[in-house]
């Protein structure tokens, strides 16, 4: 497609049980990012690949997060037994040349995570 | 973790009227962005400033990279219905792509009839 997209747009889960966010950017895209966004805030930092190489997970709040990106294109975000402070909005973005001067990250719509 | 502060947090304008907004930060930054995000959607990248002092236009969008390079600010010039929206600055540390964005807390901009 043309722009990045994540699947499901909407997830509701029950409290303890596990889930995974899918994204798919932009074909050919080297470098791909997950932004967790709360409600009324800005989007936050969790982790970074660059083609199949996670390099920063940095901002991965607990190890219960977990993010793969296996051939170096889709990439899943997995939350296991989540919790009720996981209810955000999971945005994911990618950019091409990771060389290129403060090349533009483009975002996906996101995934809006409910936790019950 | 780090949220950089923006402000006006709200905003409510006429239609025409001229709009500022600005963030910063405690920690230095090479690259200052300025995104907005419409409800349901990922932010949308409008202005990208690389160097300290810069001052950037796109339309009817000013941003300018503040001297320190622990601030910045966004100026809409009058303002029309599609500006209606939340509005994101975003430091990077350097200038290269693969470096994570740090956002600010946000401006959310609406316009009164």
């Known amino acids: 497609g043309a722009g990045v997209s994540q699947s499901p747009r909407y997830k509701v889960a029950k409290r303890g049980q596990d889930v995974a966010l899918r994204c798919d950017p932009i074909?050919?895209?080297?470098?791909l990012f997950w932004y967790q966004q709360a409600l009324g805030q800005g989007p936050e930092f969790l982790t970074y690949?660059?083609?199949?190489?996670?390099?920063?997970k940095s901002g991965l709040p607990s190890d219960r997060f977990f993010a793969e990106r296996p051939e170096g294109s889709v990439s899943t975000l997995k939350i296991q037994r989540t919790q009720q402070e996981d209810s955000a909005v999971y945005l994911c973005?990618?950019?091409?040349?990771?060389?290129?001067?403060?090349?533009?990250?483009?975002f996906g719509p996101g995934t809006r995570l409910t936790v019950l | 973790g780090q949220q950089l502060n923006q402000s006006p947090q709200s905003m409510f304008i006429q239609e025409g009227e001229d709009v500022s907004m600005n963030c910063t930060s405690s920690?230095?930054?090479?690259?200052w962005l300025w995104y907005k995000q419409d409800p349901g959607e990922g932010p949308v990248l409008l202005i990208a400033?690389?160097?300290?002092?810069e001052l950037t236009s796109n339309g009817r969008l000013t941003a300018q990279f503040g001297i320190t390079r622990k601030d910045s600010f966004l100026n809409i010039s009058a303002s029309i219905p599609s500006d209606v929206g939340i509005y994101f600055c975003?430091?990077?540390?350097?200038?290269?792509?693969?470096?994570?964005?740090?956002f600010g807390t946000g401006t959310r901009l609406t316009i009164i009839p």
């Open positions: 074909s050919g895209h080297v470098s």
């Open positions: 973005a990618s950019s091409s040349t990771p060389s290129r001067r403060a090349n533009e990250q483009f």
């Open positions: 920690s230095i930054f090479n690259t």
């Open positions: 690949f660059q083609n199949e190489a996670q390099l920063d």
């Open positions: 975003a430091g990077q540390g350097s200038n290269f792509g693969n470096e994570k964005l740090t």
């Open positions: 400033l690389y160097k300290a002092g």
